[in-house]
Structure formats: structure tokens, C-alpha cells
């Protein structure tokens, strides 16, 4: 266990930041999933207006460092191509 000052402040500082991030990566994966359920039922339109809303959420955890910038671009290069194949 931590005994100097500072170091009990990192460790505290740190549980939250722990917390903040899983909440982060949480709210992400719902996101996302709540994205590929709509694509997988064919529902071209429902997915269209909420395909910005995700794009949003995967760029956010990118710049907060939850996801890396090349996973998040993959992720929305992957979605974006599964709507316009099922738009066509």
C-alpha cells in the first residue's frame, strides 16, 4: 500500500479515473451494439439517423484514449459500410 502523501492522492486519483473510463467504454459499446441490432434487422433508416450519434461516441472515446484512433476508424469504416450495402 502507497505511504507517502502524493502517492495516496494517485491512488485515489486513479480509482475515479478508472471508473470515468469504464463508464465511457460502456456507454461506447451500447452505442454500437444498439447500431449493429438495427443493421442486422435491415432497418436502413433507423440506423441511418443514428449512425451519426455513433460516430460521435467512437470519436469522443478515441480522443479520450479509450479506444485507439486506427480502432475507431476501423469501427466506423466497418459500420458505415455494412448501411450503404444495406441502403443499396
Known sequence: MANTI???KRVRIT???TEI???RK???RHQIRTLRRLLDKKEA???KVLLPRTFSA????ARFGIIKKNTAA???SR???RLRKLAA
Open 45 to 47: 433508416e433507423a440506423a
Open 26 to 28: 460502456t456507454r461506447l
Open 79 to 81: 459500420l458505415s459500410g
Open 6 to 8: 502524493s502517492a495516496l
Open 15 to 17: 480509482k475515479r479515473k
Open 58 to 61: 467512437i470519436d469522443r472515446a
Open 21 to 23: 473510463n469504464r463508464q
Open 74 to 76: 476501423r469501427y466506423k
